[in-house]
Every structure is written in C-alpha cells, then in structure tokens.
C-alpha cells in the first residue's frame, strides 16, 4: 500500500527568523493544495507560534507539525523518527486542526506547550 503525497517547499530557514510574511505564504500554500492531510517541518523555536497562526488561517485541513531538537546533520538526530511519527499520526486523525507531533508524543497545537526546563514540547495527548 503506497500514499500519494507531494512535496512543497515554502521556506528554508532557522525558525527564529521565520517572518509574519513567511507564515502567510505557508497558510496560503495550505490552503491553496487539494490535499485535506499536511506534514509540515519547521524549527522548534518558533513551532507553537507557526500553529497558532496556521490553526486560525486553514480550518478545514489536518495539519501537523514536527522538527528536531538535533538537526538531521547530528548522528544521533531526532529528525528521522519525529518525521515518520508524524506520518503515522497524519494517517490516522480524522478531526481537522492544527498538531504538534514531537518525539513519540502528538496533541492539538493549543493544549501543548514548550517547557523551559526540559526544552521538551509537552501537552494533552491524543
């Protein structure tokens, strides 16, 4: 069994410098594609507040949003394993809205949260 699936690349840049502009051109794209189902990459410095953005602009679409805390050029990155985490998630919600799919662990946008101690993204677990 395959998926269809196309990628699209809006920007590449450190999340910190990720720009109001930059959030509208990525709600724009979400919007415009035919796709119900999204994966997003994005640093985590700035993810929550990408969501946030994203979750008022595209209200009809299953968006999820995954990083890493080690960049994929680490060894020992979390890239490969948040990515293909989020796919599994993607496929199986059935309820449109924003998620934050990080290390093992997926909740809506709004009920996760950034812990300043840990570094760790935490919240309500689907």
């Known amino acids: ?10 920007c590449r840049k450190d999340s910190q410098d990720v720009t109001s502009e930059d959030r509208e051109k990525l709600a724009n794209t979400c919007c415009e594609t035919r796709s119900k189902r999204i994966l997003i990459t994005h640093g985590t410095d700035t993810m929550l507040e990408t969501a946030a953005f994203l979750s ?4 009809d679409k299953t968006i999820v949003l995954t990083g890493a805390f ?12 948040n990515v293909g985490f989020a796919l599994g998630v993607l496929s199986t919600l059935s ?20 812990n300043k101690d840990t ?8």
């Open 1 to 10: 069994m395959g998926a269809d699936y196309h990628v699209v690349t809006v």
């Open 95 to 114: 309820t449109p809205g924003v998620y934050i799919a990080m290390n093992g662990q997926v909740s809506l946008w709004s009920k996760c949260t950034r």
């Open 70 to 81: 080690l960049p994929e050029t680490f060894k020992s990155t979390d890239a490969d394993f």
């Open 119 to 126: 570094d760790m993204f935490e919240g309500t677990l689907i």
């Open 56 to 59: 008022r602009r595209v209200t």
